[in-house]
């Protein structure tokens, strides 16, 4: 029996095991939206803007191991995907976008909501398709969902014409894919992994520094193990909280921009650095001439080739999926009776940095800190809830102080920095586990990027909890302006804001103000408890409140501006510059 | 400095500017650029002179890869290889010019292919440096018009880039 493109594109939905699609219908995808009424095997979800449909999606897929499905119409609608597309592009996460298109004869008239949606979107996406006839529709959503999930995962666009949707074909979905191009390598090369292991059983100063490519390639398990074995310090990226546990000792903390004075005094000063699917970027290692001022020796693990030599050249690189290549690594340091380094000396000097507590912060009796409210949070929730964020300053308060116990419980824009990503992405982790406590910590202009959600999660029964860290100012951009702009607060301060309790009340749900610190734990309780019931919590913060540690701009890892606690902390000048002076700088 | 970089690429709508569209996103210099389809018709080869350090020359390689259109990328400079580039350019040929236009264009092995009274059409190939040298040598006024392909390159003796 023949299907048409909306039945066949269903069909393969289906057979995808999809479970959710994220969308909102227009004209171009009309056929696939009467296809949807006509089956039963997976929810679509009704968003109030298409931006959110593509964050929910990609939420849904961060939280679990499913590639997310979005489904947008033509022009406006796939535009305004656009940003959701490059959010998953950024943390390459697999996730397949569909999108209308206009009639193919059309194509190139300036049609009515008409725009080059494969041409918009090839910057920011693994691949994408347009499907030019019916008889290819099958063959490409079972490609876009295979480029989608492997490799270094990535978002994937199908364009598919409206009348592609309404011509018909047979329907067979293809059990495999062939693709001469596109073969991404698993196993690491063994010569390299005997290579890394001996460097790390020589090493005096051991650092594993772990990315969201753990994460993403659930390679949790294998990074615990070895640190274990080795009794090695880990340091988790922005991205790679929850990889290793926030609360094991051998958890230095997140590293970089605003991470603990010990992760990246411990970074600075290793001999021998082991990175796990991390990239290195700009907000890690900040200025790549100072990092690589100390000398060290750098093992690379990456799945993808071009991550590695990128912003600094490496002299152990490994190609392979993390999960294989360590449990490879794993193997080789349990078989090797070559005897490991001694250590002692450098947990010495790490707990030297780590004494003086480089997240300590003045609590107050008459203001709430920002830092207080997500310290009780993970309190109270033991570390097990799932916490989406925005972006800002309460996105680095709650990696700092949320201590992740397991991975993929931490779900945030970290490579493309989205505001608006927060509130629909605990949508779609919520509906990925729907048992599960989902906290959306953000700030009161993160929250109005997407606040329209507050309706979908209503329309489906989608119990976040939203905890406002408001303190009525574009926290970071404030915090910034303070330190380099002689305190001109140029358009960082939120005025006219809406009253948050009877904003959320309006949209159906519970809204609460909290102003004294003494109520903050009480509230966190009782919202928590009420189960089935979307509750926004508007925390009144203290306005000051700045992010430390912090690396400015342009300087080295060590050269933090340092809580006020530790300002008059002697920091030791880095490693003059060595030998190998610079070159491994790309 | 200068590499050229052959390349396999699915014969689809869209690989070419998937391959320009790296190059603009990520500040990679393209000197010239040439693609056709090959004796496969489903594959495409292309030829793109760029410039670059060895690490920015890797990390082009390295995302070129990355391409799900991409089949294979070559450095050409890595071995010994062959650079043909095709000119064609118009001059100015009257008076004393004229033989003297015929000459030049016999000593740079060209071909006159096209002929007015007062114009020479030039055919000539060779590495992108002989082209240069023979509108170097050619008194600048005379020129009409000049149209290069962009260098095709190919690996001498046995090194061969295929599926």
Request: proline fraction near 5%; include cysteine.
């Amino acid at each position: 029996m023949e299907l048409t493109g909306a039945e066949i594109l269903t069909r393969c939905l289906e057979d995808e095991n999809v479970e959710y699609v994220f969308g909102y219908p227009g004209g171009a995808v009309l056929e696939i939206y009467d296809a949807i009424f006509r089956q039963d095997k997976f929810r679509h979800v009704l968003v109030r803007h298409e931006q959110a449909a593509v964050h929910a999606a990609d939420a849904y897929s961060r939280s679990s191991n499913k590639v997310g499905v979005a489904l947008v119409t033509s022009g406006p609608g796939a535009t305004n995907a656009v940003t959701g597309i490059a959010t998953a592009y950024m943390d390459s996460i697999p996730m397949v976008v569909i999108s209308g298109q206009v009639n193919r004869p059309a194509i190139g008239l300036d049609a009515f909501q008409e725009v080059d949606m494969v041409g918009i979107t090839r910057p920011c996406v693994k691949h994408n398709f347009l499907v030019k006839d019916v008889s290819q529709l099958a063959d490409t959503i079972k490609k876009a969902f295979y480029i989608a999930s492997t490799g270094r995962p990535g978002p994937v666009v199908v364009d598919i014409p409206k009348d592609v949707t309404q011509q018909k074909f047979k329907y067979s979905y293809p059990t495999s894919v062939q693709m001469r191009a596109y073969t991404p390598v698993q196993k690491g090369h063994p010569g390299q992994i005997k290579k890394a292991a001996q460097l790390l059983l020589d090493a005096k100063r051991p650092l594993i520094y772990v990315g969201g490519g753990v994460v993403m390639g659930n390679a949790s398990d294998e990074v615990r193990e070895l640190a274990r074995l080795l009794g090695v310090p880990v340091t988790n990226t922005l991205m790679g909280l929850g990889a290793h546990p926030g609360k094991d000792p051998q958890n230095l903390g997140m590293l970089g921009m605003h991470g603990t004075f010990e992760a990246n005094m411990t970074m600075q000063n290793c001999d021998v650095l082991l990175a796990v699917g991390a990239r290195f970027d700009d907000r890690v290692i900040s200025v790549p001439q100072h990092f690589l001022s100390s000398p060290k020796k750098i093992i690379h693990v990456d799945i993808d080739p071009s991550s590695i030599a990128k912003r600094v050249k490496v002299d152990v690189p490994i190609v392979g999926h993390v999960k294989d290549v360590l449990a490879d690594l794993l193997n080789v340091l349990k078989q090797s009776d070559h005897k490991q380094a001694d250590i002692t000396p450098w947990w010495k000097q790490i707990d030297a940095w780590r004494a003086p507590n480089s997240l300590y912060f003045e609590n107050s009796d008459t203001i709430i800190k920002p830092q207080y409210v997500v310290q009780k949070l993970c309190e109270i929730t033991g570390g097990n809830a799932f916490v989406t964020s925005d972006v800002g300053q309460h996105q680095m308060f709650a990696a700092q102080y949320y201590q992740f116990p397991e991975p993929k419980r931490w779900i945030n824009s970290g490579g493309l920095g989205t505001m608006g990503f927060g509130l629909p992405a605990a949508m779609g982790v919520k509906l990925a586990h729907p048992d599960a406590d989902v906290c959306c910590i953000t700030g009161e202009a993160s929250i109005q990027m997407n606040i329209q959600e507050l309706s979908t999660c209503k329309q489906y029964h989608v119990p976040v909890k939203v905890i406002n860290l408001n303190n009525r100012y574009l926290g970071m951009v404030r915090q910034w302006q303070e330190f380099f702009y002689g305190n001109r607060y140029s358009e960082s301060y939120m005025d006219a804001l809406p009253d948050f309790v009877k904003l959320a009340e309006a949209y159906g749900h519970v809204g609460m103000r909290i102003e004294k610190p003494s109520d903050v734990e009480g509230a966190l309780r009782e919202a928590l408890a009420m189960k089935d019931r979307l509750v926004f919590m508007d925390f009144i913060t203290d306005q000051s409140e700045n992010v430390f540690p912090m690396i400015q701009n342009g300087k080295g890892l060590t050269q933090m501006d340092l809580p006020p606690h530790m300002r008059n902390l002697q920091v030791a000048p880095p490693t003059p510059v060595s030998e190998r002076d610079y070159g491994n700088l790309c | 400095m200068r590499h050229i970089l052959s390349i396999l690429l699915e014969n689809e709508a869209g690989a070419l500017s998937r391959v320009a569209g790296l190059f603009s996103a990520r500040n990679y210099n393209i000197e010239s650029l040439t693609v056709a389809p090959t004796e496969d018709k489903t594959l495409s080869r292309m030829t793109i002179v760029t410039t670059g350090s060895d690490d920015v020359i890797e990390q082009i390689t390295k995302q070129l890869n990355k391409l799900i259109d991409v089949v294979k990328v070559i450095d050409l400079n890595e071995a010994d290889h062959i650079e043909r580039e095709l000119m064609l350019i118009k001059v100015r040929a009257t008076g004393k010019d004229r033989e003297e236009m015929k000459r030049m264009a016999e000593i740079f092995r060209g071909h006159i292919i096209d002929v007015t009274e007062k114009t020479y059409t030039i055919e000539m190939t060779g590495p992108g440096h002989k082209l240069d040298a023979f509108i170097k040598a050619v008194d600048e006024a005379l020129i009409l018009e000049t149209v290069r392909t962009g260098a095709s390159g190919i690996g001498r003796g046995e090194r061969i880039l295929k599926v």
